[in-house]
């Protein structure tokens, strides 16, 4: 049995030492990085070999990679990086980790071609000005054999302990038993859809009632396709926290049924969640835990890999232990981990670590989606982009003198598109030009500037220029699946200010690719229907599989009633209240208990629930608050009991919507007033003109669908197992309609 590794992983292994150090930061885009190199072959001769494919072998280690170039007329390999700013101010230890990279490609370059020595370089190229710095040394081909074997040979433990987790690992997953007695009611369907998806290495949608325990069922067959289709890893991937929570559960189910199961699953964490010490930077000389951190995190990784479940708490132990920053060493253990659990961002976004790692070292990897309904709107925010003058115009006033030039001149361009604009809010159909010029320029600056002072890496100063990054990365991207609009105030009735947003409306093109890459990517919610619509705005693949799995819940179960004597439009919101009060007192004394009532905003739950407390002062009410932290969320759900009897109200789409479970007495019902159709305003009319542009179906894909899907999710709080009984009542009169009731779930009987 042979490990394969690339010639980076290895290296980052075997020749990371020192302080972590991000202060030679940031570094240039993905795509910035890709043009700084084709800019440098283009400058080479004619016979200039692009991205030369090399291999070699020590023991039981196969060595690969990609080098990216060599010049035969000058017998010379070359390792291209770019950079911005003052290469001078370039850590010792990141320069020596390119050394070594190069080496090991020089030695494999000798074996390929019989070479006796070559000349090895290192390439900085400046992607702001586009000059080289090459920095060349002559090395002898047995030289370049030693490094490469003494590279391998501390690489080879690990290895080698890595070979016998694997193989253990995937004999247990092959015996693996389901972990509970038998499986729910449409479990088992929904199970079987995803082993032969991950078999046939297709995509599959799969939509789910809630209540049939989907995170197990999706986890426990991928874990049974681990060895037949030699997967590396399986990314479990969530919108929000409880997502988290659910696939941690889960692994505790599995390790409760089989105590002996090898199987190491992460957890990772934002940053600003993970952090120890938020009040510094992050480098040796600011953070204690950056000091050293390469020559400490051997002995911190070998301990976070005996520990089966690295969840946030775990991981924090080991860290500290070892006096290693958490969050770096979670960034770690992603590569030695078996299940990652984590958010979106991690596989979707521009920069999404757990994407480019499974390219860098050609994992075979398996991906869930959990609560997939939800990927749509973040996947959109991920590639999108805005701009506030405001904040350009705080920064202009306590900025560096050598920033001011070009920050002035950002907002010259910036004033100059307001002259262009009669209406607060309008959408034009390319980019402003001579703004991005200036944009340019200005991001060129301020990053020569952190380069030249680092301790300057903190506050708004950072965060706009973070802000501006993502807004050029974005342009680059505009096309017909993006608006660019100006949103127009003024301040003291006469200066205008504005915020320029890039918006993305169909993410498709960047999401596909990602979900094509895996060896499967797996969907699944309650709320996936209409499937084309999904389908058309996540980019699925052709032959994406759909499975929409029975519901195990009876007819029975839900009493489902319309309303339809109530508009809840915003024109008729006052005339409602009485009627909608009335209705949930008289609900509340028929059948008393604990019930969710949901509203379209916080105003109209407001108003609802204080004309119902000032009618009907007996009946506990518990309001939802505008940005609840995650203690006050939590302190709102405790107060659904199993004895208690009251009405929570929630704001439709909101933290309460979804992703909770209150089974049994602990709610018995709900009341949806509102269809949730997203607000009308110019940025959703825009957006349904360019939908409908693109998919003939403007209005539907704006709002209907969007807002139903909220509808479904909040009336699924109400039946979570066989044993739940329930009422939802959905108060207006448009859900009547008789396309609004094909959209809703076909187990429910609906009484009018």
Request: hydrophobic share 45%.
């Amino acid at each position: 049995m042979s490990y394969s590794v690339a010639v980076r992983a290895l290296c980052e292994f075997t020749a990371k030492v020192g302080d972590l150090d991000l202060r030679f930061t940031p570094s240039p885009s993905a795509q910035e990085g890709i043009v700084g190199h084709r800019t440098v072959a283009s400058r080479r001769s004619a016979h200039y070999q692009n991205e030369v494919a090399l291999e070699g072998e020590y023991l039981q280690l196969k060595v690969r990679g990609r080098a990216d170039g060599y010049d035969p007329d000058a017998n010379r390999l070359e390792e291209v990086k770019t950079y911005r700013g003052d290469l001078a101010a370039q850590p010792a230890n990141h320069r020596q980790l390119h050394w070594a990279q190069v080496k090991v490609y020089g030695w494999l370059m000798c074996q390929k071609l019989g070479l006796d020595d070559i000349d090895l370089a290192l390439v900085y190229f400046d992607i702001v000005g586009e000059g080289e710095t090459l920095l060349n040394q002559h090395f002898n081909a047995p030289d370049l054999e030693h490094f490469f074997k003494q590279q391998c040979a501390l690489f080879l433990d690990w290895a080698r302990q890595e070979m016998q987790h694997r193989s253990a690992r995937n004999s247990a997953a092959q015996a693996l038993a389901f972990p509970h007695a038998e499986f729910r009611p449409g479990q088992r369907a929904l199970a079987e859809s995803v082993y032969k998806a991950v078999s046939t290495g297709r995509c599959l949608m799969a939509q789910a009632p809630t209540g049939i325990g989907k995170t197990v069922g999706t986890i426990f067959p991928m874990l049974k396709a681990l060895a037949p289709q030699q997967l590396d890893k399986l990314f479990f991937l969530t919108a929000k926290t409880p997502g988290r929570k659910l696939a941690l559960d889960a692994a505790q189910v599995l390790y409760a049924s089989s105590p002996d199961l090898p199987l190491r699953v992460l957890e990772l964490v934002a940053r600003d969640k993970a952090c120890e010490y938020l009040d510094k930077a992050c480098h040796g000389d600011s953070c204690p835990l950056a000091k050293g951190f390469y020559d400490r995190l051997p002995d911190a990784r070998q301990a976070a890999s005996q520990v089966r479940l690295l969840d946030q708490r775990s991981l924090r132990d080991v860290a500290l232990a070892h006096g290693v920053c958490p969050y770096y060493l979670s960034q770690e253990m992603a590569r030695w981990s078996d299940l990652v659990v984590a958010d979106y961002n991690y596989f979707f976004d521009f920069g999404a670590m757990l994407f480019g790692l499974a390219q860098l070292n050609q994992w075979r990897v398996a991906v869930l989606v959990d609560e997939a309904h939800n990927l749509v709107e973040r996947a959109r925010s991920m590639y999108s982009a805005s701009l506030d003058q405001y904040s350009l115009k705080t920064l202009r006033d306590t900025a560096p003198e050598v920033l001011k030039k070009p920050l002035q001149r950002l907002n010259r361009e910036w004033n100059a598109l307001h002259k262009e604009q009669v209406a607060p809010y309008q959408a034009y159909a390319t980019r402003p030009e001579k703004l991005l010029q200036a944009l340019s320029l200005c991001i060129s600056a301020m990053g020569d500037y952190f380069n030249d002072h680092p301790e300057a890496l903190s506050g708004d100063l950072q965060a706009f220029y973070f802000e501006a990054l993502q807004w050029a990365k974005v342009a680059e991207l505009f096309n017909e699946h993006f608006i660019f609009d100006i949103s127009k105030r003024q301040f003291n009735g006469k200066r205008s200010s504005s915020t320029l947003c890039l918006r993305n409306v169909v993410p498709a093109e960047f999401i596909r690719p990602r979900l094509i890459a895996a060896r499967s990517s797996v969907l699944f919610s309650a709320t996936l229907s209409p499937r084309h619509y999904y389908a058309d705005l996540l980019g699925m693949p052709a032959d994406t599989a759909w499975v929409d799995v029975e519901s195990p819940f009876k007819a029975e179960q839900l009493q489902v009633r319309i309303v339809d004597a109530i508009s809840t439009r915003f024109v008729h919101r006052q005339a409602s209240l009485t009627p909608i009060v009335e209705l949930i007192a008289r609900q509340f004394v028929e059948q008393p208990g604990n019930y969710l009532a949901f509203f379209s905003s916080f105003d109209y739950l407001q108003q609802v629930a204080q004309l119902l407390a000032e009618r009907h002062p007996q009946i506990a009410l518990w309001l939802q608050s505008r940005g609840m932290a995650e203690a006050e969320r939590q302190a709102f759900l405790d107060q659904f009991t199993q004895h208690s009897q009251g009405i929570g109200f929630a704001v439709l789409g909101g933290a309460f919507g979804e992703g909770i479970d209150l089974p049994g007495a602990r709610l018995i019902g709900a009341f949806i007033a509102t269809l949730g159709l997203p607000q009308l305003n110019p940025v959703n009319e825009q957006m349904k003109a360019r939908m409908g542009a693109i998919f003939g179906a403007g209005y539907d894909y704006t709002y209907l669908y969007p807002g139903l899907q909220k509808v479904v999710q909040a009336a699924g709080r109400v039946i979570r197992s066989q044993q739940d009984r329930g009422v939802v009542m959905l108060i207006d009169d448009r859900f009547g309609e008789a396309r609004v009731r094909q959209l809703l779930p076909r187990w429910w009987a609906i009484d009018n």
